[in-house]
């Protein structure tokens, strides 16, 4: 345990913030440290982007710090009062590092893919997160029993790298059916819904309006007034090999247990059931009577105004114009 419980974080990497090659951000927050010097968390409530400011961190926050010093005995950790500066373009070199950049997305100051986030795992420590806040793994059912022998209740929610969002970052003008659900470092833009089987991981989310009720995978990006339908799956590149980067556009369907690896443009539909990857052999509809073409979906990745289902009686997966058609959410469901 430490008698100063202020600690100055700012990497030696961070460029000055009047260098036009990088772009600073900071924040005061608290961290969590167990007695093994593992880094178990940090929260910023208000991080901000920009060179950091000489004031005095903010006397709430201090106060916070201060009081929870003495430590927890039980779960073994004391908590910190930090001060972090970044780069958003260099790699983070920590894990508080790491959490002032989730915190930053998830509280839309930066979205997703626009900054570095290089080494993250190699940074974050795997944690119990619990009703009585994190907890190393190692050692973690002593805490339990001792809980226990209190009588005091102990919830697990999960042994993950990452939080939930919501216990951290409450975002204005959106709902969230499961907090489970969505991870910190999400990007939730005012009048996304997330419904209850609907997941959205970090560094991915929404740019508008906008129903989830399938996956959002690490990296993806969904634009305004789309829909990603239930049980519905988008690529991820985090794990499996692959590297294209998915995106939607806006006004687009992703159809109810289907699936993409590719990207989607504006006003896209993909049929319910239909899983689209980059291979997939796609039927293009020859024009005024021509031939029909086969090519690969990865060709038409980020094209507009397409239509990919698959025919009942063939087999084959077709695409088709959807020029001057639209996909249209429910507004009053959008309007938080």
């Known amino acids: 345990m430490t008698d100063d419980v202020t600690r ?7 460029r000055d913030a009047t260098d036009d090659q990088g772009r600073t951000a900071w924040g005061w927050g608290i961290a969590t440290a167990h007695a093994s010097g593992q880094v178990l968390d940090t929260y910023y409530p208000e991080p901000q982007l920009g060179a950091p400011d000489t004031a005095a961190p903010p006397e709430e926050l201090a106060i916070t710090a201060a009081g929870a010093s003495s430590g927890d005995p039980i779960r073994h950790v004391h908590t910190e009062l930090v001060h972090t500066v970044i780069d958003l373009d260099q790699p983070p070199v920590s894990a508080a590092d790491v959490y002032l950049r ?15 986030l290089d080494g993250w795992a190699g940074l974050l420590n795997t944690v119990v997160w619990t009703s009585v806040g994190p907890c190393a793994v190692d050692g973690f059912e002593a805490i339990r029993t001792r809980m226990r022998a209190d009588r005091r209740e102990l919830t697990v929610h999960a042994v993950d790298k990452f939080p939930r969002m919501l216990d951290y970052v409450i975002p204005s003008g959106v709902r969230i059916g499961d907090a489970s659900r969505v991870r910190l470092g999400a990007h939730l833009a005012p009048g996304t819904v997330v419904m209850h089987e609907g997941f959205v991981n970090f560094n991915a989310g929404t740019l508008g309006p906008a129903m989830i009720e399938g996956r959002v995978s690490q990296g993806v990006v969904i634009g305004k007034d ?32 289907a699936g993409i690896g590719i990207s989607l443009g504006n006003d896209c539909v993909v049929e319910a059931g239909l899983y689209v ?22 060709e038409l990745s980020g ?9 009942s009686l063939t087999g084959a997966v077709e695409v088709r114009d959807r020029a001057g058609r639209t996909v249209a959410l429910n507004e009053s469901l959008h309007a938080i």
């Open 8 to 14: 100055d974080v700012t990497p030696d990497v961070t």
């Open 102 to 116: 989730l915190h930053l997305l998830s509280h839309r100051l930066v979205r997703p893919r626009e900054i570095n």
């Open 226 to 257: 789309s829909d990603v339908g239930g049980g519905a799956s988008i690529m991820g590149t985090m794990s499996g090999g692959g590297t294209h980067i998915v995106s939607v556009g806006e006004r687009s369907l992703i159809g109810a247990n």
């Open 277 to 298: 990857t980059a291979g997939t052999k796609i039927t293009l509809r020859g024009k005024d009577g021509g031939e029909d073409r086969v090519v690969k979906a990865l």
């Open 303 to 311: 094209q507009d105004n397409l239509l990919f289902i698959r025919n």
